[in-house]
């Protein structure tokens, strides 16, 4: 049971790039997604969730990233998708997806799966 997150790389200011989460072990269908960066030496920050309906109000966004980041997860939801665009040198680190059930938080330690990671670099 496993969640695996890609799509990482290194990009220009400005430039764009889609992390993918994919599920194993277990289906996404009940589960919310949530998506989480990390710089070393930083804590775990919260950058944005959906969650299995948009009932709830969501999707949600931290405010840095409010506007440029859009979450998403397919139709079969089994995969979630974090597109970012007009990336900035700040949003550089590593971007792990996690999953809870159901409903979002922005608190990691109610989030019961989460994937390696993948890290983001911003740089020119």
Do not use: H
């Not at 993918?20 to 589960?31: P, R």
């Not at 979450?71 to 990336?87: I, P, W």
């Not at 990691?108 to 390696?116: A, I, N, T």
Request: negative net charge; contains cysteine; aromatic residues 12%.
């Amino acid at each position: 049971v496993q969640l695996q997150a890609s799509g990482g790389g290194l990009v220009q200011p400005g430039g764009s790039l889609r992390l993918s989460c994919a599920a194993s072990g277990f289906s996404l269908d009940y589960y919310a997604i949530g998506w989480f960066r990390q710089n070393p030496g930083k804590e775990r920050e919260w950058v944005s969730c959906i969650s299995i309906s948009n009932r709830d109000g969501g999707p949600f966004y931290a405010d840095p990233v409010k506007g440029r980041f859009t979450v998403s997860r397919d139709g079969a939801k089994a995969t979630g998708f974090l597109q970012m665009n007009n990336l900035k040198p700040e949003d550089t680190a590593v971007y792990y997806c996690a999953a809870m059930y159901v409903v979002c938080s922005r608190e990691s330690d109610e989030y019961e799966y989460w994937g390696q990671g993948t890290e983001v670099t911003v740089s020119s």
